[in-house]
């Protein structure tokens, strides 16, 4: 039912958008929103994440409703996951069962790079893991700028932990996520799901195992969401993906997103070396020698001769 009419403009940050609905958090209320069209005439989308401007047109319904009437200024905003406003982004991938992708884990660091948001990383599943390969891991990740935790679901219980229990499991990733809007993503199969239930138990969100045919995890996120994971904290639910397409980036500005060979490419014999077939290259010469991971060179390598060969796009 509808009470008829505008009860008055608020503003608001959208926490979800699903089926051309939005509901938008004002604070002690949650409104259900449509996007005026003059949105589509300008070529604009709202996401979630973005604060808003709504006018009340219901204040009887359950959820009381609105239209989306303004959009305000956004400090960033993402393509994969569709989100705007967050303060740093959450990879999370398995250690193990599905096997990590380490190629897709540096797109996407480039990815989050190009938006200017710090990366933390968290390795899931660390009971599956030896110590040496957690520390391997730790080492390759935190030697390009990304701060690297290790957790375990199985050990943090599906419940979060028992009052009294001790220390948390989970207490250092919930530190590093205070007061903050972070996205979370990775592949499916990594523990999204279990972990926003970890996090923020009121999601009750729908876990699922490994596909046995192909060893990977069933998506089941079908919408971005915002959840409140404590006081100003919040955590971006978003769809799994397996694959990620790099975007506005040339193969000779890729060397710009691995931050660990900046102290040894000024010793390259030529300027401009992009740390691939040509000689004297100190980059190489520090692959060699376990100065720099060679999973992370492999992956450059690859990165690098996919851009370079693809094919121009003509508009």
């Not at 096997?99 to 480039?110: E, K, N």
């Not at 030896?130 to 050990?155: H, M, P």
């Not at 138990?201 to 994971?229: D, F, Y």
């Amino acid at each position: 039912m509808s009470t008829g009419g505008s009860q008055g403009r608020v503003r608001g940050k959208i926490i979800k958008s699903l089926a051309g609905f939005y509901e938008v958090h004002t604070g002690p209320e949650i409104y259900r929103c449509r996007a005026r069209g003059v949105f589509r005439a300008l070529h604009a989308k709202p996401l979630v994440g973005d604060d808003v401007e709504i006018e009340i047109t219901d204040v009887v319904s359950m959820p009381k409703e609105g239209n989306v009437t303004a959009l305000l200024p956004r400090k960033n905003d993402l393509i994969r996951p569709n989100v705007a406003n967050v303060d740093q982004a959450l990879l999370l991938f398995a250690i193990t069962r599905p096997q990590p992708s380490f190629q897709t884990l540096d797109r996407l660091l480039i990815t989050i790079r190009q938006k200017d948001l710090p990366a933390v990383i968290c390795f899931s599943k660390k009971d599956l893991a030896t110590q040496k390969q957690q520390e391997e891991l730790r080492r390759t990740y935190e030697n390009c700028g990304c701060t690297v935790l290790f957790i375990s679901a199985l050990e943090a219980g599906e419940n979060g932990p028992e009052q009294g229990s001790g220390e948390d499991p989970l207490g250092g990733l919930r530190a590093v996520l205070r007061g903050k809007t972070t996205v979370l993503t990775g592949p499916s199969g990594a523990g999204k799901s279990t972990l926003i239930n970890l996090l923020c138990p009121q999601a009750n969100m729908e876990t699922g195992g490994l596909s046995e045919k192909i060893g990977r995890g069933r998506n089941t996120t079908r919408h971005v969401e915002l959840l409140a994971a404590d006081e100003n904290t919040y955590v971006v639910d978003t769809p799994g993906f397996t694959s990620l397409e790099l975007r506005d980036i040339e193969a000779e500005d890729v060397r710009e997103y691995y931050p660990e060979f900046a102290p040894f490419s000024g010793s390259c014999r030529f300027a401009g070396c992009n740390h691939m077939a040509e000689p004297g290259c100190a980059v190489k010469e520090a692959v060699r020698n376990g100065s720099i991971s060679r999973i992370r060179y492999q992956n450059y390598t690859q990165i690098f001769t996919l851009l370079r060969d693809r094919k121009p796009v003509y508009h």
